[in-house]
Protein backbone atom coordinates (compact mmCIF):
# COMPACT_ATOMS: atom_id res chain seq x y z
CA UNK A 1 0.00 0.00 0.00
CA UNK A 2 2.85 2.05 0.32
CA UNK A 3 4.51 1.41 -2.36
CA UNK A 4 1.22 2.58 -4.32
CA UNK A 5 1.18 6.11 -2.88
CA UNK A 6 4.36 6.90 -3.52
CA UNK A 7 3.88 5.35 -7.19
CA UNK A 8 1.04 7.75 -6.77
CA UNK A 9 3.01 10.65 -5.24
CA UNK A 10 5.69 10.68 -8.27
CA UNK A 11 2.65 10.74 -11.07
CA UNK A 12 1.52 13.56 -9.50
CA UNK A 13 4.87 14.93 -9.08
CA UNK A 14 5.97 14.57 -12.59
CA UNK A 15 2.21 16.23 -13.46
CA UNK A 16 2.79 18.91 -11.29
CA UNK A 17 6.30 19.58 -13.15
CA UNK A 18 4.68 19.28 -16.60
CA UNK A 19 1.99 21.53 -15.74
CA UNK A 20 4.62 24.38 -14.73
CA UNK A 21 6.96 24.18 -17.48
CA UNK A 22 3.43 24.48 -19.57
CA UNK A 23 2.49 27.46 -17.54
CA UNK A 24 5.87 28.55 -18.10
CA UNK A 25 6.04 28.09 -21.68
CA UNK A 26 2.55 30.16 -21.95
CA UNK A 27 3.70 33.32 -19.95
CA UNK A 28 7.15 33.11 -22.13
CA UNK A 29 5.18 33.19 -25.21
CA UNK A 30 3.10 35.81 -23.80
CA UNK A 31 5.85 38.16 -22.76
CA UNK A 32 7.21 37.74 -26.31
CA UNK A 33 4.01 38.57 -27.46
CA UNK A 34 3.62 41.42 -25.50
CA UNK A 35 7.56 42.53 -26.56
CA UNK A 36 6.63 42.51 -30.41
CA UNK A 37 2.87 44.31 -29.49
CA UNK A 38 5.18 47.09 -27.71
CA UNK A 39 8.02 47.19 -30.27
CA UNK A 40 5.03 47.59 -32.99
CA UNK A 41 3.65 50.27 -31.08
CA UNK A 42 7.43 52.05 -30.71
CA UNK A 43 7.53 52.25 -34.80
CA UNK A 44 4.16 52.94 -35.33
CA UNK A 45 4.68 56.52 -32.79
CA UNK A 46 8.20 56.77 -34.44
CA UNK A 47 6.49 56.71 -37.76
CA UNK A 48 3.80 59.20 -37.20
CA UNK A 49 5.77 61.44 -35.34
CA UNK A 50 7.87 61.37 -38.29
CA UNK A 51 5.18 62.32 -40.65
CA UNK A 52 3.96 64.80 -38.23
CA UNK A 53 6.99 66.72 -38.18
CA UNK A 54 7.13 66.47 -42.07
CA UNK A 55 3.44 67.96 -42.12
CA UNK A 56 4.11 70.67 -40.36
CA UNK A 57 7.43 71.56 -41.43
CA UNK A 58 5.72 71.80 -45.15
CA UNK A 59 3.10 73.48 -43.54
CA UNK A 60 5.66 76.29 -42.07
CA UNK A 61 7.01 76.91 -45.81
CA UNK A 62 3.58 76.26 -47.28
CA UNK A 63 2.44 79.41 -44.75
CA UNK A 64 5.81 81.18 -45.64
CA UNK A 65 5.53 81.04 -49.37
CA UNK A 66 2.08 83.05 -49.29
CA UNK A 67 3.04 85.35 -46.81
CA UNK A 68 5.56 86.20 -49.24
CA UNK A 69 3.29 86.23 -51.58
CA UNK A 70 1.24 88.23 -50.07
CA UNK A 71 3.54 90.86 -49.20
CA UNK A 72 5.45 91.12 -52.15
CA UNK A 73 2.32 91.89 -54.19
CA UNK A 74 -0.31 93.33 -52.47
CA UNK A 75 1.39 96.97 -51.76
CA UNK A 76 2.34 97.28 -55.56
CA UNK A 77 -1.39 96.28 -56.64
CA UNK A 78 -2.77 98.96 -53.89
CA UNK A 79 -0.75 101.20 -54.76
CA UNK A 80 -1.52 100.37 -58.44
CA UNK A 81 -5.40 100.18 -57.81
CA UNK A 82 -5.07 104.03 -56.06
CA UNK A 83 -3.19 105.88 -58.85
CA UNK A 84 -4.48 104.69 -62.10
CA UNK A 85 -8.68 103.56 -62.16
CA UNK A 86 -9.40 101.21 -64.90
CA UNK A 87 -11.35 102.87 -67.85
CA UNK A 88 -13.53 99.83 -68.54
CA UNK A 89 -14.16 96.15 -67.35
CA UNK A 90 -11.89 94.53 -70.21
CA UNK A 91 -8.43 96.34 -67.99
CA UNK A 92 -10.57 95.51 -64.67
CA UNK A 93 -10.55 91.83 -65.77
CA UNK A 94 -7.23 91.98 -66.98
CA UNK A 95 -5.96 93.08 -63.64
CA UNK A 96 -8.28 90.40 -62.07
CA UNK A 97 -6.82 87.48 -64.25
CA UNK A 98 -2.98 88.60 -63.71
CA UNK A 99 -3.90 88.80 -59.75
CA UNK A 100 -5.55 85.22 -59.93
CA UNK A 101 -2.11 83.99 -62.13
CA UNK A 102 0.01 84.72 -59.25
CA UNK A 103 -0.68 81.16 -57.65
CA UNK A 104 0.99 78.19 -59.50
CA UNK A 105 -1.62 75.58 -60.74
CA UNK A 106 -0.76 71.92 -60.79
CA UNK A 107 0.63 70.87 -63.97
CA UNK A 108 -2.14 67.90 -64.67
CA UNK A 109 -4.74 70.27 -64.00
CA UNK A 110 -3.43 72.56 -66.38
CA UNK A 111 -3.05 69.50 -69.20
CA UNK A 112 -6.38 68.88 -68.54
CA UNK A 113 -7.60 72.17 -69.13
CA UNK A 114 -6.04 72.17 -72.02
CA UNK A 115 -7.06 69.36 -73.50
CA UNK A 116 -10.64 69.75 -72.70
CA UNK A 117 -10.35 72.98 -74.66
CA UNK A 118 -8.08 71.62 -77.53
CA UNK A 119 -11.04 69.19 -78.26
CA UNK A 120 -13.72 71.74 -77.90
CA UNK A 121 -12.17 74.67 -80.26
CA UNK A 122 -10.80 71.68 -82.82
CA UNK A 123 -12.11 72.74 -86.59
CA UNK A 124 -14.63 70.67 -87.81
CA UNK A 125 -13.62 67.61 -90.11
CA UNK A 126 -13.86 67.36 -93.67
CA UNK A 127 -17.02 64.91 -92.98
CA UNK A 128 -18.66 68.12 -91.07
CA UNK A 129 -17.75 70.65 -93.06
CA UNK A 130 -19.24 68.81 -96.13
CA UNK A 131 -22.72 67.88 -94.73
CA UNK A 132 -22.92 71.90 -93.53
CA UNK A 133 -22.24 72.64 -96.74
CA UNK A 134 -24.78 70.67 -98.44
CA UNK A 135 -27.22 71.57 -96.10
CA UNK A 136 -26.61 75.06 -96.83
CA UNK A 137 -27.29 74.81 -100.85
CA UNK A 138 -23.82 74.36 -101.95
CA UNK A 139 -23.71 71.55 -104.57
CA UNK A 140 -21.22 69.01 -104.68
CA UNK A 141 -18.90 70.23 -106.93
CA UNK A 142 -19.15 73.35 -105.85
CA UNK A 143 -18.29 71.78 -102.22
CA UNK A 144 -15.32 69.73 -104.09
CA UNK A 145 -13.97 73.06 -105.22
CA UNK A 146 -14.25 74.23 -102.09
CA UNK A 147 -12.26 71.91 -99.98
CA UNK A 148 -10.02 70.30 -102.65
CA UNK A 149 -11.59 66.82 -102.67
CA UNK A 150 -13.26 64.48 -105.30
CA UNK A 151 -16.79 64.96 -106.35
CA UNK A 152 -17.18 61.04 -105.54
CA UNK A 153 -15.53 61.83 -102.33
CA UNK A 154 -18.19 63.99 -101.57
CA UNK A 155 -20.91 62.07 -102.68
CA UNK A 156 -19.86 59.04 -100.61
CA UNK A 157 -19.58 61.11 -97.50
CA UNK A 158 -22.92 62.71 -98.37
CA UNK A 159 -24.04 58.82 -99.33
CA UNK A 160 -22.57 57.73 -96.08
CA UNK A 161 -24.17 60.34 -93.81
CA UNK A 162 -27.98 59.73 -95.17
Known sequence: MTSLVII???IAQCLSFYFIVLL???ITRLK????K????KDDMDDSIGVY????KDENDRLIQEIKSIKVDSSPNRDVEQQQTKPRDNKQQH?????IQNDFETPKAYVKKAYQQQRHTAKEPTIEEQVIKMY???????????????GKT????????QQ
Open 52 to 55: LAEM
Open 37 to 40: QKQL
Open 32 to 35: EIEE
Open 8 to 10: FLI
Open 135 to 149: KEGFSISDIAKKLNQ
Open 153 to 160: EVELLLKF
Open 24 to 26: NLK
Open 94 to 98: EKNLS
